[in-house]
């Protein structure tokens, strides 16, 4: 490709760099090659037009900045745009050019990972070649690979639909981070269709109130979108009105799931142990649909992703049948095993405030005895939901075990404690291996244990070093332990 290649999106228009040759493209200067266009990036830590130079010195063929950006004395191309992260993204999409035909996105505090796997595997079962990209990676036919961020960045993910989309993926899934759509790097996706959860507290530690942060995930229906998309939005949040009436105003098709979904409508469900049984009604027709997944909150995830799948094509009656055949998500109510004496063990990812709520909620009904729980919470990370995740423990379980969940740079003893200021009662152990060991040690019959927080998380980072650590590994050895 040809610098005059991002026309459009890059001012080259009559410039003399118009016929540089382009190899690749970049926002970190420690990964710029010969002929690859720099992006300067304004970010939280760094201003990346302090990095100019750098990647100049190792051979940028130009670089894109922002106006006002202090970038001066190159002897490349420097090129001035309003909003170097958007050009990024749709100069990503440009430059490698391809995608699968058929793509969603879905945002939310909570679920989207789930609607992601769940979308995709209901395009499987209706014969489509498909995938899903999210924070448990990217999961298409024949690849199953662990990624870093929620929501890649552009360069990362342009390069993923090119891969899938030759790889024959027809029909791909991701999930919409409120980082990721706030720094732009879905923006040159093309999307068919977009779905909202759910909104709770997260990351407050980069949105300054929960009504910006609202604000990014609307982005995904008010900016990215094609007016006349279908929006699936789930009815029963107290954030759905809000969101309805901006993906109505932003000329969207908009679906409504749930008890007060009109799109999909859940009239009944009847919780068994492992298992519920819905009954949905979609174009008057009722449907009784038997999920093999225990959790209230899983029918929601299944309904937006059933919604998903009917929006962009899937026949009704096929994406509601599929859902019979669904299976979790790794590390989301994750059954690992019960004890002798029929006691299960899950291991869950709720490591925010409502999550937590969620997974405790909806074990409570087929526990006859008591709801043990062991949690911690990030270190670096959000500092306020400590307490408000040891008040949810304590009122919904029965024994709360304070341990350690990435304390990162921060002292551990410290996040427990904050976790125990709003959690009297329960017993502090910092090892984590130690909290599931007797956690498990604990169980009678008739009790449930979540283990929440890491999910699919296969390390534990203290400082800067991250040690293997996997929630899964701990529960079994522990059960096997008790068995011995
Ligand atoms: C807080 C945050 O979101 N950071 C993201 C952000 O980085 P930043 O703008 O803060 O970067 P910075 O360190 O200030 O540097 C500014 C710029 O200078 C550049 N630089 C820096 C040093 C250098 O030597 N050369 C150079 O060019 C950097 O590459 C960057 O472009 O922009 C970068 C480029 O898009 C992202 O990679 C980076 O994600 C980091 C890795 C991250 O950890 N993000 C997490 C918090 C995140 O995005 N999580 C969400 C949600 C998770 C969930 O709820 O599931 C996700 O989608 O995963
Ligand atoms: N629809 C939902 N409503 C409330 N809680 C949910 C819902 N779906 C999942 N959860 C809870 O949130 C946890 C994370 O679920 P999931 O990974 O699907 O969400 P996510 O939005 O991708 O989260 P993250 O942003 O952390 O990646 C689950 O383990 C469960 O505890
Ligand atoms: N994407 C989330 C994951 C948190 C998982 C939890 N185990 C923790 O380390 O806090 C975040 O970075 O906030
Ligand atoms: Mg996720």
Redesign the pocket.
């Known amino acids: 490709m040809h610098l005059k290649d991002l026309a459009g999106i890059l001012p080259v228009e009559g410039t003399a760099s118009r016929d540089l040759e382009v190899t690749g493209l970049?926002?970190?200067?420690?990964s710029v090659k010969a002929g690859v266009v720099?992006?300067?990036?304004?970010?939280?830590?760094?201003?990346?037009s302090?990095?100019a130079a750098?990647?100049a010195s190792r051979g940028a063929a130009a670089v894109v900045a922002g106006k006002g950006a202090a970038v001066s004395g190159l002897s490349i191309p420097v090129l001035v745009v309003d909003d170097p992260?958007h050009a990024l993204a749709l100069a990503a999409a440009r430059f490698f050019g391809r995608q699968p035909e058929t793509m969603v996105a879905v945002t939310g505090t909570a679920g989207?990972?789930s609607v992601a796997a769940f979308t995709r595997q209901i395009w499987e079962q209706a014969g489509f070649a498909a995938a899903s990209i999210?924070?448990t990676g990217v999961v298409a036919p024949g690849r199953n690979e662990y990624g870093?961020?929620?929501?890649?960045?552009?360069v990362a993910l342009h390069r993923l639909l090119k891969e899938l989309a030759d790889a024959g993926v027809t029909h791909a899934s991701m999930?919409a981070?409120?980082?990721?759509l706030d720094?732009r790097?879905l923006d040159g996706v093309k999307l068919a269709a977009g779905a909202f959860t759910n909104l709770g507290r997260?990351?407050m530690d980069?949105h300054p109130t929960v009504e910006d942060y609202h604000r990014a995930k609307l982005r995904l229906f008010d900016t990215l979108l094609p007016k006349g998309a279908p929006a699936i939005v789930f009815a029963d949040d107290p954030w759905s009105e809000p969101t309805i009436k901006a993906a109505k105003a932003a000329g969207l098709k908009v679906l409504t799931v749930g008890r007060h979904g009109d799109f999909l409508t859940l009239k009944r469900v009847e919780h068994e142990r492992h298992r519920q049984r819905a009954e949905i009604v979609a174009d008057g027709m009722l449907h009784e649909v038997d999920l093999p997944l225990a959790g209230d909150f899983q029918i929601a995830n299944a309904l937006v992703s059933a919604g998903l799948a009917i929006a962009t094509g899937t026949p009704a009656a096929k994406a509601l049948t599929a859902l019979e055949k669904l299976k979790g998500a790794p590390g989301r109510l994750d059954l690992v095993g019960t004890t002798a004496a029929g006691a299960p063990v899950y291991v869950d990812y709720a490591h925010k405030p409502d999550a937590l709520e969620n997974v405790l909620t909806s074990v409570r009904p087929f526990t006859t005895g008591r709801v043990v729980v062991v949690f911690g919470c990030g270190g670096d990370r959000d500092r306020g939901k400590r307490p408000i995740m040891g008040e949810i423990a304590t009122r919904l379980a029965d024994i709360v075990i304070v341990t350690d969940d990435n304390p990162r740079t921060e002292v551990p003893e410290t996040i427990r404690a904050a976790i125990l200021a709003a959690a009297p009662g329960a017993i502090e152990i910092g090892d984590r291996r130690k909290a599931i060991h007797e956690a498990v040690a604990m169980l009678r019959a008739g009790d449930t244990l979540i283990v929440a927080g890491k999910g699919h998380e296969e390390g534990q980072t203290v400082g800067v070093q991250t040690f293997h650590f996997s929630d899964h590994e701990e529960v079994r050895d522990a059960l096997k332990e008790r068995a011995a």
Not at 26 to 30: A, E, K, L, N, T
Not at 38 to 48: H, I, N, Q, V
Not at 177 to 180: D, E, K, L, V
């Open positions: 970049s926002s970190d200067s420690r720099f992006f300067a990036l304004a970010g939280s830590k760094a201003d990346g302090a990095y750098d990647a992260r989207k990972t999210g924070t870093s961020l929620t929501t890649p960045d552009p999930e981070s409120s980082h990721g720094q790097r997260d990351h980069y």
